[in-house]
């Protein structure tokens, strides 16, 4: 078992021991910002509007295997599948029960979902990125459903969904004062830093919002310039460990969005970890270590899966600094390697097969 | 602790046997049917029209005590209570999470639930109840997310609120060839026997339906004079099955319909017992007996409770024939009387407390 202990390693290896003998179950929080559809900002999806149909798609292919809403396979521009691969391929292995919330999807998917009354959240350019009562909403129904979810599993995985997703984390971590800039990471190779600080900078500046006011209430800030999955994922948390659960937030340097939240309205740290990629942790164009440490003693812990000597072009991409994470790919990844005891390339065997299979189906 | 065998009364021990050892999740399927709407058809909302929010209602209460999308609780036309009430008093004591399934509701409430792509049910007169393609949609994603909620819990207890379902039970029967007509219940003291057997004929001409082809394919049956409830709490009961656990069905003559269902798709009957009140077996104008035992040897288990000691006209009207059973009340305040050993009249002393609660707080 080859895995990775980026921060906090002791509390880490805790994590990790507890997590051996943990019942666990996984949910995958999908939702969109139209953030996604500025020019350069995303490549999850073939172009710019296509990244608003991602989240379904992924959703959809978790239960199926396929899309059945439309007819594609949500990819990069380029063709670079979606970690949705990684994550199904750990799942069926695994062959723990997973749900898909949905916090503001742009379509809902055809498939039993958790609904939490989401909405889908405006370009936080404009500075209001959703209703501040619809936050509530979101946030109040999502610890709802943690709450009682939290109580049939001594682990609750949580993955997202949510195309545009570092750049609203950008957004909202400097909303709260977080040194931030250069240290979110991109599911592209070539990190477009300085537009995201464009747009996030025009976005602060409509939201008029000081940090205090941010720390105080980090909804607001949320409602201001962050994005709906992020409250969602922040709200099933602080149900779960109400319920006495663990959590392993399956995601990359978008969960620093998640822990700050939590921070803010004063929720305990102490039964999260973060659960990623190494693609995540080696990544020079950003810094999730720098990030999360700044917020709270969360460990990070990466599953070594590699790539590098797969035969498809899609998948050695991720070796190249494509995609990187999403849909709790290195999370769940993560826990199937802990759960067997499978080494990086036992894993990676099993990835190849599915994508064999994905590729088939067109 | 009193509880009654009413059929099928050795293999009802046995699935009261198991129970008390079962880890136990409870599910509530809410949607509408217009048939709901018929003057005369339904007394589960103020007025006909006010049916087609009763199930909102309902799921709202059970999670917050209150409803909170319109500024009244569920009640008969003469102020008679929602059987929620028992429902939530029995879920305070059993502590056990519970999820709401909306299999088509006319409101959505404002709770997380489980959207199944669900639809409201037509007017059965039309014999156009549901799109075919709907219902195997609802049928399939109940399925798929009762397959993952059934390797949750041992026993998965599945209620229901939907007003006019009792109507729809009957025309679902008969168009089976089943003798139902004067043995399906009502929430109404004085069962309106005649008006529902002349909705029913109506649907069942429109319909044109031979009971050979109902057989073959239940799902089209319920698509001409069905609900969705029933097409979600059937699939709920197959995917929970593929998962091996048991299921409770906490509901009264309505529960025919779903066993129905489930017998003409060959899913086999032997882990589903049904749960349900006293007032429903000792009603002389429905048959839940002679119905089931028309179907399949499913157990039918009842609680004694009581409310021949009530100090509310409210609870003790259902001494009187009024309600007698919905939003899994029965199935509900039973798995709670196995659980802890209660006695019929501990357990009407906590459902008292409830609905002073309930009153206090107008």
């Known amino acids: 078992m080859d895995v990775m202990y980026a921060y906090m390693p002791e509390s880490g290896e805790l994590f990790v021991k507890q997590l051996k003998k943990s019942s666990i179950l ?34 959809e292919y978790l239960f199926y295997g396929k899309v059945v809403s439309f007819n594609v396979i949500p990819t990069t521009p380029d063709g670079i599948p979606t970690p949705a691969v990684i994550t199904r ?23 039993p979902f958790i609904d939490v009354n989401g909405v889908v959240g405006n370009d936080i350019r404009t500075g209001n990125a959703m209703k501040y009562d619809d936050v509530i909403k979101i946030y109040e129904n999502s610890k709802l459903f943690g709450e009682k979810i939290g109580k049939l599993a001594n682990t609750v995985l949580i993955g997202e969904s949510i195309p545009g997703g570092t750049t609203t ?33 025009e976005g602060l500046k409509n939201a008029k919002l000081s940090i205090e006011e941010a720390r105080n209430d980090p909804l607001k800030a949320a409602s201001k310039v962050g994005d709906p999955v992020m409250v969602a994922m922040a709200g099933l948390v602080d149900g779960i460990i109400k319920s006495d659960a663990y959590v392993l937030l399956a995601g990359g340097t978008q969960m620093s969005s998640v822990i700050a939240l ?10 999260i970890a973060i659960g990623t990629t190494k693609w995540i942790i080696s990544d020079r164009n950003s810094d999730i270590v720098g990030l999360i440490s700044q917020i709270g003693k969360v460990p990070i812990i990466a599953t070594t899966l590699d790539f590098s000597k797969s035969e498809f072009y899609g998948l050695k991409a991720y070796e190249n600094g494509y995609v990187k994470e999403g849909v709790g790919a290195g999370g769940t990844a993560l826990v199937s390697q802990i759960k067997f005891e499978l080494s990086s390339s036992d894993l990676a065997n099993k990835i190849e097969n599915e994508y064999k299979k994905l590729i088939s189906k067109k």
């Open 26 to 59: 996984a949910l995958y929080v999908i939702g969109s910002t139209l953030t996604s559809t500025i020019p350069g900002i995303s490549i999850a999806g073939a172009n710019p509007e296509a990244t608003l149909y991602t989240p379904t798609g992924d959703a």
């Open 89 to 111: 391929a750990s799942l069926e292995l695994l062959n723990i029960p997973f749900f898909v919330v949905n916090a503001g999807c742009y379509v809902r998917p055809k498939i």
């Open 169 to 201: 984390t950008l957004a909202f971590l400097l909303a709260l004062g977080y040194d931030a800039k250069y240290k979110i990471s991109s599911a592209s190779a070539y990190n477009p830093h300085d537009l995201k600080i464009k747009v996030v900078e």
């Open 262 to 271: 939590l921070k803010h309205k004063n929720v305990g740290l102490d039964k």
